[in-house]
């Protein structure tokens, strides 16, 4: 079956550490993204790429890094510059198409917490 | 500046009634929108989209509806089930071109508990 796998689910961090979030996608999709999900605030996009070997920044960028070497996977690496990493991430892509947009799929996210 | 706002963070209705969430949005340039159904500790799924040449679309017991003047949309789930608790996310996008293309504006979503 088609799907975005998230890894792990689970992930404690110590302070000045960085991590790396894993993001698998077997849809063929071009686009990827990633989003950031705080209590009351929605979800908040961190990084996207549309393309192999391209990314933007999101509204939230600071202190992540991305990359995309290969059309299935998206990583995300959580920089010990994040002020304030203990959050929800969650994976998304989306087909490029004449419409563009007929919704994300979206992986099972991984909950991060600094300790 | 948050573009895309669901003002009520939390909404309970009886089941068999009918359940509105609401959203509105502030940037004119969004023309395609979406809802989205979140369990806890899962991603969401795409539940309805409506495109901003429509006012209305429906799937069954969801309705998506779309007033452009007043920047305002709304998922009306008739009747409601208890299977239906969760939480509603609202998303806007400019659907074509540019550096925006595919990229979603979330509203902070809305907790739905439908009591049996």
């Known amino acids: 079956d088609g799907g975005i796998t998230q890894s792990p689910k689970y992930l404690f961090r110590k302070e000045g550490q960085n991590v790396t979030l894993s993001c698998e996608q077997n849809?063929?999709?071009?686009?990827m993204y990633w989003y950031r999900q705080d209590p009351g605030q929605g979800l908040r996009l961190i990084y996207y790429s549309q393309i192999v070997n391209d990314f933007q920044k999101g509204d939230i960028a600071e202190g992540y890094s991305v990359s995309r070497e290969k059309k299935e996977s998206f990583p995300l690496t959580v920089t010990s510059a994040q002020k304030n990493p203990t959050a929800f991430y969650l994976c998304?892509?989306?087909?490029?198409?004449?419409?563009?947009?007929?919704?994300?799929?979206f992986g099972s996210g991984t909950r991060l917490t600094v300790v | 500046d948050q573009q895309v706002k669901q003002n009520s963070p939390s909404l309970s209705v009886q089941e068999g009634r009918i359940s509105i969430l609401n959203c509105d949005y502030t940037?004119?340039?969004?023309?395609?929108f979406l809802w989205y159904k979140k369990y806890p500790a899962e991603g969401p799924t795409f539940l309805i989209s409506i495109s901003s040449i429509k006012d209305k679309n429906e799937d069954g017991r969801f309705t998506v509806f779309l007033n452009k003047s007043a920047k305002h949309l709304s998922l009306h789930i008739v009747p409601s089930q208890p299977g239906d608790s969760a939480v509603y996310f609202c998303a806007a996008s400019i659907a074509a071109g540019g550096t925006s293309y595919g990229k979603l504006t979330f509203g902070q979503g809305t907790i739905l508990t439908v009591h049996p």
């Open positions: 998304a892509s989306t087909q490029r198409g004449v419409r563009g947009i007929d919704g994300y799929t």
């Open positions: 940037n004119s340039m969004f023309d395609y």
């Open positions: 849809l063929n999709h071009d686009a």
